[in-house]
């Protein structure tokens, strides 16, 4: 167990729908990533916010976006989805930000 | 862009070592790291190795870094049935952690008996 939450662990939803992703991060860190796995992209770097500012932007659309929270929290919101949008989401997170990412369980996502 | 490579599949004999191996472009590389991922579950940190080291060995874990080749193995010793995952190499580069992690699609390890 990495001390990294997330819910839910799995989300069904229609496409055009929009859902919110949840992630607490380890005790003490104060920086969280978002990560996407999917079969044909493997795992790609979405965003990073380190104590509640955004602080690195990778492959993201701009359907999704991100928050972090005073609590330091954070939510992943994915709109207007597509079937193509079917996939696991990581997050992680990290003491300082520039050091070793820990990754929660997941979050399975499948659009229909 | 960065990249990192890794073969799809190995499979060897339990109580065989494990040799992973991966390949990586990003010459600016500060960490590189081996996470393990069963299935249905999340990526489980194993190892990291930082850029100035060579070699990091933890217990049955061996990484091997030859930083001209921006080759990184990880072996395995005595592989056993629980070793069975899919293994990703990764990489940050020189920003930190300000860049995200780029992977590796991963090798699947299969455990023959």
């Known amino acids: 167990d990495s001390g990294v939450t997330q819910t839910p662990k799995h989300l069904i939803t229609a496409t055009g729908q929009r859902v919110t992703l949840r992630c607490s991060p380890r005790s003490g860190d104060l920086s969280v990533y978002w990560y996407q796995q999917s079969l044909d992209q493997g795992l790609q770097f979405l965003i990073q916010?380190?104590?509640?500012?955004?602080?690195a932007k990778g492959n993201i659309l701009e359907r999704f976006s991100a928050q972090q929270f005073p609590d330091l929290h954070s939510e992943l919101n994915l709109s207007s989805l597509e079937l193509g949008d079917s996939a696991l989401y990581f997050c992680a997170s990290s003491t300082t930000g520039a050091d070793t990412q820990y990754f929660g369980p997941g979050t399975r996502l499948t659009v229909l | 862009g960065e990249d990192v490579e890794q073969s799809l599949f190995l499979s060897v004999r339990e109580g065989d070592s494990s040799v992973i191996n991966c390949t990586y472009t990003?010459?600016?590389?500060?960490?590189l790291y081996w996470y393990k991922q069963e299935p249905g579950a999340g990526l489980q940190l194993l190892t990291y190795?930082?850029?100035?080291?060579d070699m990091k060995q933890d217990q049955r874990l061996t990484v091997l870094l030859n930083k001209k080749d921006k080759h990184l193995s990880l072996r395995i010793a005595d592989t056993q049935t629980g070793d069975s995952a899919i293994y990703f190499c990764?990489?940050?580069?020189?920003?930190?952690?300000?860049?995200?992690?780029?992977f590796g699609k991963g090798t699947h390890l299969i455990i023959q008996p």
């Open positions: 190795i930082f850029s100035n080291m």
């Open positions: 990764a990489e940050i580069g020189s920003g930190g952690g300000a860049d995200g992690l780029t």
């Open positions: 990003d010459s600016s590389s500060t960490y």
């Open positions: 916010y380190y104590n509640g500012e955004e602080r």
